[in-house]
């Protein structure tokens, strides 16, 4: 696949005329089909862009000569998608793996970005978690990397509950190569020093974080973040899930979604209004 080919995507029309766009960006092993349990209420107020990164759903059929992946590159060639679509502005919506790569659209264009909605966000790595990461890299160049992405799966969604996330993920990601899945794995060395800049970046469009209230590994750092950025970051903690709210509850990720978005555009128009408005 040429570096500058276009990324595959699906479009889903809103029921109402001049909505707004929402894209989304799913995780590591993931597609569109990630974001199927969206579709039917979000598109009811907004245009929905569905994108496969490299590797990933309809894009495994597309060879790669690209040798390694990074975060602002694959953030280059989702925004790329949009510009395609001739999209002025979007609500970046991502899952796990995924909101990092959202973080690095707004950053690379924040005139763009409207808000920031994160599922299960990655956001920083303690030191258990980078122990992890690192055993666990050595561990997949022994068994293989499907059976580490298995393996990492349950890890992340240990319980009984969660075993709709840990089947969804591990079913979408049957369709990556072992060259793919190295070159996405191998991303989890530079992932410490890419997170503490992230972490540590300004934050001036709104942002709704909606983590699972089992997610053992990430949920800490999510609340760091929503407490260091209290002005522009907002946190919900989804009782009895685990990481993965969008797919384990997703009726209930939709309406926070969905209350969210109609607070921004409440906001935008309260602005608007003080604006006109005689000194």
């Keep these: ?45 907004f ?39 001739k999209l002025s502005a979007s609500h970046l919506v991502g899952v796990s793996l995924g909101a990092i790569i959202a973080l690095e659209m707004r950053e690379l264009r924040p005139q763009q970005t409207q808000s ?17 990461a690192s055993a666990s890299l050595a561990l997949a160049k022994i068994i293989g990397y499907p059976a580490f992405y298995k393996f990492s799966a349950r890890v992340m969604m240990p319980r009984t509950n969660h075993q709709k996330s840990r089947e969804v993920f591990i079913k979408e990601s049957q369709v990556l190569t072992t060259d793919e899945f190295r070159k996405w794995t191998n991303m989890y060395y530079g992932l410490y020093p890419t997170l503490q800049g992230l972490f540590d970046r300004q934050v001036q469009h709104p942002h709704l974080l909606v983590s699972g209230s089992q997610d053992h590994l990430f949920l800490g750092a999510a609340k760091a973040y929503a407490a260091k950025h209290p002005q522009h970051v907002h946190l919900e903690v989804v009782n009895h899930c685990g990481h993965v709210v969008s797919i384990e509850q997703a009726a209930v ?16 128009k309260t602005d608007a209004a003080d604006q006109r408005a005689p000194a």
Excluded at 6 to 18: G, I, K, M, S, V
Excluded at 253 to 268: A, D, P
Aim: hydrophobic share 45%; proline share 5%.
């Design 253 to 268: 990720f939709n309406r926070l979604c969905l209350h969210f978005l109609e607070g921004y555009r409440s906001q935008i």
């Design 47 to 85: 245009n929905l862009l569905l994108i496969d990164l490299p590797g990933h759903g309809q894009m495994a059929k597309q060879l790669t000569a690209v040798p390694v992946y990074t975060f602002p590159a694959i953030a280059k060639q989702v925004w790329a998608v949009a510009d395609h679509l």
């Design 116 to 132: 920031v909605i994160l599922s299960g966000p990655i956001l920083k790595l303690s030191l258990k978690l980078r122990v992890l």
């Design 1 to 45: 696949m040429p570096v500058n080919q276009l990324l595959y995507y699906e479009t889903y029309a809103a029921d109402q005329p001049d909505a707004e766009w929402l894209l989304f960006i799913h995780g590591a092993g993931g597609s569109t089909r990630t974001w199927r349990r969206q579709i039917d209420d979000l598109r009811t107020r």
